[in-house]
C-alpha cells in the first residue's frame, strides 16, 4: 500500500468517527439505557420483547399476583426467558423459587417442571446447602437430590444426614461409602505434592479399618519425605494411635515426632517407640511424662508388659502387669497376662488367668444411663469360642428405628436397625477384642436424644 492510500483511508477513517461523534452528542438519549421497572410490567416487555432478565423477574413474582391467569403467565415468561437466554441459570432461578413458593398450587405437569429446573441449580453448592432440606420436604424424592448433588463431601455429609434422620439407611450406606471414595481421591491426588498437615486434614475424627488405605498412604509420605513436627497438628494423633493399636506401618518416619515432646500424647509417642522395637526411647518417653494418669498409660503397661515377656525377661514383664493392674484386673489385664505367661512358657498361671477371665463381667464405657447407648458405647471382651454376642434394645418409641453399627477392632463387621430388640452375632478369632456400639442416628426428628439398651 503506497503513502497516499494510507493517508486516504485514515481519512476516511477519521471521517467516520467525527460524524458519529456528533449524531452521539445530538442524540444524548443513546448514552443512556433504558432500566426496567422494579416489577415488570406488560409495557416494558412489549417494548423489550429481548429482555430475558424482565421475563425471568415476571416468572419470578407472577405467581403472587391476583390475576386468574397468573399460572399462565408463570408458565409463558419461563419459556420465553428460556428461549432467549438457554444456557443461563437465571432463567431458572426465578421459575424454581415461585414455584416452590406455591407448590401445592402447582398440577403434577407444573410440579415436574419446577424439578426439572431446579436439577442443574442443585449443582451449585450454596444453592444445594440451601435448598436441599426444603427440596426434600416437597418432593420426597431423594435419588433425584442425589443425582443432582455437587459432587463435594459437604453436599455427600448432608445427603447422608438426611437419609439417616428420615430411615433411608441403604441410601445411607451408599452415601457413606461415596464420602470416603471422595476423601480417598483427595488424598491419590495430592499426595505427592501436598505438605503433610493438608495430607492429615484427611484423617477423619475416628479412624476405622476402612480407613486403613488412607493411614498406611500418609504414613509412607511422611516417611517419604521432610517435615517439621511442630506443623502437625491433632489429627496426627488418630492417625498414630490407629497404626499403633492396629500394627499399620511403616512408623519409622514418625520419629522426629516420637523423639521429643508433640502433637502426640506421650502415651502415643510411647507406644510407637515400642512398635519401633525401641524401648530406650519408650523408658525416656514415660519416665519424662508429665501426665501420672495410670488409667491413660494402661495401654502402654500391658504392650510392655507383652514385649518384656517377647524378650524373656520376666521381672520386668510383670512389674509392667501389675503397674496395669493398678485399678483392678480387669478384662484388658487379665488378657495381657494370659499372653505374658503364655510367652514365659507358665502353663499353670495362663489357665489360673483364662479361669478368672471367663468370671469377669463385660463393663461398657461411654454409655448415658443404665447401660443406654445415646453415642457410642465401648467394651473388652475374651471371646473364647470364636463368636461375640451384642444384645441391643430400643429405649424409646419413634417411627423411625435406631441403627446402629459394631465395630470390632475397629472393622466394622456388622450394622442394623433395632425396631424393638435384636441380638447380633459376630463371627471372630478366639481372643481380646476390642467392642464398640456407634448409634448413628443419634436424635429424633425432633430433636429427641434417642437411646439404645445394651442388654
Not at 25 to 40: C, F, G, M, S
Not at 251 to 277: K, Q, Y
Not at 345 to 353: A, I, L, N, S, V
Amino acid at each position: 500500500m503506497t503513502g497516499r492510500w494510507r493517508q486516504l483511508l485514515l481519512g476516511l477513517v477519521a471521517s467516520v468517527c467525527a460524524i458519529a461523534l456528533v449524531v452521539v452528542l445530538t442524540n444524548r438519549e443513546l448514552l443512556r439505557d433504558p432500566k426496567a421497572p422494579q416489577e415488570p410490567r406488560v409495557a416494558w416487555l412489549n417494548a423489550h420483547p429481548a429482555d430475558w432478565l424482565a421475563t425471568s423477574a415476571l416468572a419470578d413474582v407472577s405467581l403472587d399476583a391476583a390475576s386468574p391467569r397468573r399460572l399462565e403467565l408463570w408458565r409463558a415468561s419461563y419459556a420465553h426467558s428460556k428461549l432467549l437466554a438457554p444456557h443461563r441459570r437465571n432463567t431458572d432461578a426465578g421459575f424454581v423459587r415461585a414455584g416452590l413458593f406455591h407448590w401445592y398450587e402447582l398440577n403434577a405437569d407444573d410440579r415436574e417442571r419446577v424439578v426439572r429446573a431446579a436439577g442443574p441449580l442443585l449443582r451449585d453448592p450454596t444453592f444445594f446447602s440451601r435448598m436441599h432440606g426444603p427440596l426434600w420436604q416437597l418432593t420426597r424424592d431423594f435419588a433425584w437430590l442425589h443425582a443432582n448433588a455437587p459432587d463435594t463431601p459437604d453436599a455427600r455429609a448432608a445427603l447422608r444426614n438426611l437419609a439417616l434422620s428420615r430411615g433411608l439407611f441403604a441410601e445411607y450406606r451408599t452415601l457413606r461409602a461415596e464420602l470416603w471414595q471422595l476423601r480417598w481421591k483427595s488424598f491419590v491426588s495430592q499426595r505427592r505434592t501436598a505438605d503433610a498437615p493438608v495430607l492429615l486434614n484427611l484423617v477423619p475424627e475416628r479412624v476405622d479399618r476402612d480407613h486403613e488405605p488412607l493411614v498406611r498412604g500418609i504414613l509412607e509420605e511422611l516417611d517419604r519425605r521432610a517435615f517439621e513436627p511442630q506443623q502437625l497438628h491433632a489429627g496426627v494423633e488418630s492417625l498414630v494411635d490407629f497404626a499403633v493399636r492396629r500394627d499399620v506401618q511403616p512408623l519409622a518416619g514418625l520419629l522426629p515426632l516420637i523423639e521429643s515432646p508433640s502433637a502426640l500424647r506421650d502415651v502415643t509417642r510411647a507406644r510407637a517407640a515400642l512398635d519401633l522395637d525401641n524401648p530406650t526411647l519408650a523408658s525416656r518417653i514415660e519416665l519424662t511424662s508429665s501426665v501420672a494418669n495410670a488409667a491413660e498409660w494402661q495401654p502402654y503397661y500391658l504392650d510392655r508388659a507383652r514385649f518384656e515377656a517377647r524378650r524373656r525377661d520376666a521381672t520386668a514383664a510383670n512389674s509392667y502387669l501389675r503397674r496395669g493392674a493398678a485399678d483392678g484386673m480387669t478384662t484388658a489385664v487379665l488378657a495381657a497376662a494370659i499372653d505374658v505367661a503364655r510367652l514365659l512358657g507358665k502353663p499353670q498361671d495362663e489357665q489360673r488367668f483364662r479361669a478368672q477371665l471367663a468370671r469377669t463381667p463385660r463393663p461398657w464405657a461411654g454409655t448415658c444411663g443404665a447401660k443406654e447407648v445415646c453415642s457410642s458405647a465401648r467394651t473388652v471382651e475374651y471371646a473364647e469360642g470364636g463368636t461375640l454376642r451384642v444384645a441391643l434394645e430400643n429405649a424409646q418409641s419413634d417411627e423411625i428405628a435406631p441403627y446402629v453399627e459394631i465395630y470390632v477392632d475397629d472393622a466394622r463387621l456388622a450394622e442394623g436397625e433395632v425396631r424393638d430388640a435384636r441380638t447380633f452375632t459376630i463371627a471372630v478369632a478366639p481372643g481380646l477384642h476390642e467392642v464398640e456400639v456407634r448409634l448413628v442416628n443419634t436424635h429424633t426428628r425432633n430433636g429427641t436424644q434417642r437411646r439404645v439398651r445394651i442388654s
